[in-house]
């Protein structure tokens, strides 16, 4: 059966409130003064991302996906497959029927860079429409930069510490004006209430 091709028909910058990155012990990296650093560059690496809503066409109706973008990357910082690499949480707690994306890499100028589209069903829409105060959206990497620097650089390898460190969550939350935003992008697409 051949793949329905999908026109993207609206592609929407998002502006999140705050980012975070945390070890996969959820524990978050911290400076020399031990204060919690939320994004982290590692020579050509980072943990900061771009993040976009994006709208395509098909017969079946509009697809709505949550699509962040990370690079470089390579075989040392990339992507976590070996566990649910995505998640949403809503405020405060995990929506655990997130379990459809994409993953897809390509070659550009700088070099390789990381896709992650999440799909937003209906009804995820419609639960993140009722959020009070937060929208998180992480994803799981596998660094070995992160892994061996900063406050990491001290670990054994293959510790539990060395691998909480090379295994972490980096995300972006919206909340206030910028969940609003989201919110007013995503209402269209949600599952019309029953009359």
């Known amino acids: 059966m051949a793949r329905e091709v999908q026109k ?3 592609t929407q910058p998002l502006t999140p409130t705050r980012y975070f990155l945390l070890k996969a012990d959820g524990d978050p990296f911290k400076d020399d003064k031990k204060q919690p650093i939320v994004t982290l560059n590692t020579g050509r690496y980072t943990t900061k991302f771009t993040i976009q809503g994006i709208v395509r066409a098909g017969t079946s109706g509009p697809r709505v996906t ?3 973008q990370l690079g470089p990357v390579d075989r040392n910082h990339h992507l976590n497959r070996d566990i649910q690499p995505t998640g949403l ?3 405060g707690t995990a929506l655990s029927f997130i379990n ?3 993953s897809f890499s390509f070659r550009s100028a700088d070099g390789i860079t990381e896709n992650v589209h999440i799909y937003l069903t ?3 829409i419609g639960k993140i429409l009722a959020a009070q105060k937060e929208l998180a959206v992480k994803f799981r990497l596998e660094s070995v930069p992160l892994g061996t620097s900063g406050e990491c ?3 054994v390898s293959g510790s539990s510490k060395q691998r909480s460190c090379g295994n972490p969550y980096t995300g972006v939350v919206f909340s206030g004006k910028e969940l609003a935003a ?3 992008f995503l209402k269209p697409y949600a599952s019309p209430s029953p009359s």
């Open 100 to 102: 459809t994306f994409d």
């Open 89 to 91: 949480d809503l405020d």
């Open 122 to 124: 209906p009804a995820t």
């Open 153 to 155: 650089a001290t670990t």
């Open 8 to 10: 993207i028909t609206v």
């Open 182 to 184: 989201l919110k007013n």
């Open 66 to 68: 949550l699509a962040m």
